[in-house]
Every structure is written in C-alpha cells, then in structure tokens.
C-alpha cells in the first residue's frame, strides 16, 4: 500500500502584541497616577504649614476672647459710673454748681493713684483710665446740659444731692483700680487697642447715644501706646 504523507502545518511562533490604543491607555494611566503622586506629596508638604498658620490663627483668636474677658470688669464699671453722669447733671443744674470741679477731679485722681501704689497696680496707668472717667461723666453732664438749655421743659425740677451720689463714685473708683490691676497686661500688649474697639463698641444695655459716645471717651487712654 501507498503510504500517505502526513503534512503538517508549520507552526509559526505568535507574539502577544498590545493594540496601540490599550498600550496609550497605560501610559496615561501611568503618568496620571505619577501627577497624583506628586500632588498629594505636594499637599502633603504644605499640610504642616497650613496646620501652622490654622493654630496661630486659633491662639490668636483665644487670646482676643482672653484679653475681653479681662476688659469685661472695667467695662462694667465704666457703664455703672457713667450711669451716675445724670444724677450728678441734674443736682448741678439745680445748685447752679458748674459741671468742671478741678478741685474734686483731682482729688478723685489722688485717691485712686494712692490706692494704686499701694496695692501695687500701675500708678499712671490707673491716673489716665481715672482721669478718663471724669471726661466722659462731663460728655454726658455737658451733652445734658445743652439738651436743658435749648429745650426748658425736659429740664430737672427735682434731683439727688451730690452729697449722696459721690460715696458710690467712690466706690466704682476703687472698684476700677482693683480691675486695672487685673487687666495691666492687656493695657501694655501690642494688641491692645484691638482689645479695646471690641469691649468699648459693645452695646451697653440701656445705653443712649451719648453714653455710646461717652463710653468711647472712657476707654480713650487706656492703652499704654
């Protein structure tokens, strides 16, 4: 019998080959993940600046609520004397007694400042904060004064004697030395006319315009600079 040749197909190694479009796929998929990479090393780096800046600006802002909160006694103090600014006015105005005293005023002043050395708070400092009251008690006296002039009917007819009225002036007065004394760090900080917009811009309860105005009269000297 005839034999019959088997044949057999060559067979021709084949090669894996990528499509060009899945191979660019890869590449960018590659390059993308290397510009995260970079971006979040990036955000990374700046993390512990901006953790910085976000801690000082949190201490800042402690320190702001501190530093009213040291204020909020003088500011009390400051709305209960001017408080007594009306009284005073109309006892004046019905004793014919001018509204200037510089006989009183400094004997207001002398007072506080030995009261001062000898607690030990700072004399002048007490003396200028001291002297401030006096003025703005005169903004409002004065301001009240102008009122009577021009309109006669909402003038006094009756008032207290200013025998009765300065005791609790006196007493505000030594109040506000102790209060001073508390908040003398805030008067000599480089922040403290921030300090001071904040507490003398409150709105004061019962307040009439000028009181407001005689409040920022109040907290004109308070700093040390």
Not at 144 to 169: S, V, Y
Not at 195 to 222: C, H, I, N, Q
Request: hydrophobic letters at 40%; charged letters at 20%.
């Amino acid at each position: 019998m005839p034999r019959t040749r088997s044949t057999k197909k060559s067979q021709t190694p084949r090669h894996s080959t990528i499509p060009r479009s899945l191979a660019g796929a890869v590449v960018l998929g590659l390059t993308l993940t290397g510009i995260v990479a970079s971006g979040q090393g990036a955000i990374a780096a700046d993390m512990p600046s901006s953790i910085e800046q976000s801690s000082d600006a949190h201490v800042s802002s402690q320190h702001r609520v501190d530093d009213a909160d040291t204020l909020d006694p003088i500011g009390s103090l400051v709305a209960q004397r001017l408080a007594l600014a009306t009284p005073v006015a109309q006892s004046k105005w019905l004793s014919g007694k001018p509204i200037t005293d510089p006989v009183r005023e400094q004997a207001v002043v002398d007072e506080a400042v030995a009261l001062a050395t000898k607690d030990g708070v700072d004399p002048d400092l007490v003396a200028r904060v001291v002297r401030a009251q006096i003025s703005a008690s005169k903004v409002v006296q004065n301001g009240l004064f102008t009122e009577w002039k021009h309109n006669t009917q909402t003038a006094p007819t009756e008032a207290p004697d200013l025998a009765t009225i300065r005791p609790q002036l006196d007493s505000i007065d030594t109040a506000l030395v102790t209060a001073i004394g508390d908040a003398s760090a805030v008067a000599n900080d480089a922040r403290c006319s921030h300090a001071v917009d904040s507490e003398r811009d409150r709105t004061y309860p019962g307040m009439d315009s000028l009181e407001r105005k005689a409040v920022r009269v109040a907290w004109a000297s308070f700093c040390a600079s």
